[in-house]
């Protein structure tokens, strides 16, 4: 059983650019986070994708953007990049729905984006 | 606001120690409250969670953890530490939107090394 699966495992791009990484969430699982991780941090939401909308969002800008597909996969875009934006991106999945309120997340080991 | 505190960035154990990590949370409602754990460039793998009930949990890897409502305090412990535990362990605080889950919000985390 698959678990939730990331990438590209690393990526270097240079400011001003954009960048779109991917996630493929664990089997049967329907609700994806990311969260960024800068470096000696605790990971910090950027926000959660359900039936391909956008549920919840943290204190992002809205250079971060994202996507859900119809297969429960997503992806995060981030356009105009800072040097702030180097960090370690994590994808989470979760099951929701009747039954489900105590599925935690299962992060991904995510990407690690850097940004010259 | 809510946030989470996790007091000790640093901790060093003997190998076969007993080991506490701290975790205080501040948040209005019930929290839903968890322990992960991060080897270098890897995610987050769970420990344990707490929803309801008994305030002591038992999770993986020989871990539990106790919440207590009036320290606002969710400490994760184990009784004999192994070499294979060093990492760096992230409590977290789930929001509780009428019971269903939000986003987590992380503490900054505290690195263990564990001593031959």
């Known amino acids: 059983d698959a678990g939730v699966t990331q990438s590209p495992t690393h990526l270097i791009k240079t400011r001003g650019q954009q960048v779109t ?3 493929s969430p664990k089997s049967g699982h329907d609700t994806v986070s990311w969260y960024q991780q800068a470096l000696g941090q605790g990971p910090q939401f950027i926000f959660q994708y359900y039936e391909e909308e956008e549920r919840q969002r943290g204190n992002f ?17 981030v356009n105009a990049l800072l040097l702030g934006d180097s960090a370690l ?3 989470a999945s979760r099951q929701t729905g009747i039954g489900s309120y105590n599925s935690p997340l299962h992060f991904g080991n995510g990407t690690r984006l850097t940004v010259t | 606001a809510q946030s989470v505190t996790q007091p000790d960035i640093h901790i060093t154990v003997s190998e076969g120690a ?8 501040s948040y209005g409602a019930t929290p839903y409250l968890f322990w992960y754990v991060q080897s270098p460039g ?20 020989g871990f539990e953890a ?22 760096e362990y992230f409590c977290a605080v789930g929001l509780n939107y009428g019971g269903s889950q939000g986003n987590l919000i992380f503490g900054k985390g505290t690195k263990l090394s564990v001593k031959p």
């Open chain 1, 61 to 77: 800008p809205d250079r971060f953007s994202g996507h859900q597909f119809p297969n429960y996969s997503s992806e995060l875009n």
């Open chain 1, 21 to 23: 990484l991917r996630c």
């Open chain 2, 42 to 61: 890897q995610g987050l793998q769970l420990l344990l969670k707490y929803f309801s009930g008994d305030t002591l949990v038992q999770g993986i890897k």
């Open chain 2, 18 to 25: 007993s080991l506490e990590l701290r975790c205080n949370y």
């Open chain 2, 66 to 87: 106790e919440f207590k409502r009036s320290q606002s305090s969710f400490n994760l412990r184990k009784p004999s530490v192994h070499w294979s535990d060093a990492a």
């Open chain 1, 89 to 91: 991106y994590l994808c």
